[in-house]
């Protein structure tokens, strides 16, 4: 099964959320975050793998969370 990804990034004032046939602005990052880290947790628990991606202001990459947890890739010693 194909993992969904959404990303939150810096749009303006606004944070652009998007990614598999997403695209949509929320006010605040932490509003955007909460909401779509809530959506893709009922996605997974219905069975879909997903992954919320999130930016910093500047555009850098601050997080990524997969859902469900036990989806994560298995930590390797490198």
Do not use: C, Y
């Amino acid at each position: 099964m194909k993992r969904l990804v959404i990303r939150i990034t810096p749009s303006g004032r606004l944070w652009r959320v998007h990614g598999q046939g997403v695209d949509t602005t929320v006010a605040g990052k932490r509003k955007a975050v909460r909401l779509w880290a809530a959506l893709l947790n009922a996605f997974a628990e219905a069975g879909g793998l997903a992954q919320l991606v999130i930016h910093t202001a500047d555009g850098r990459l601050e997080e990524e969370r997969t859902f469900p947890r036990a989806s994560d890739p298995r930590r390797t010693r490198g």
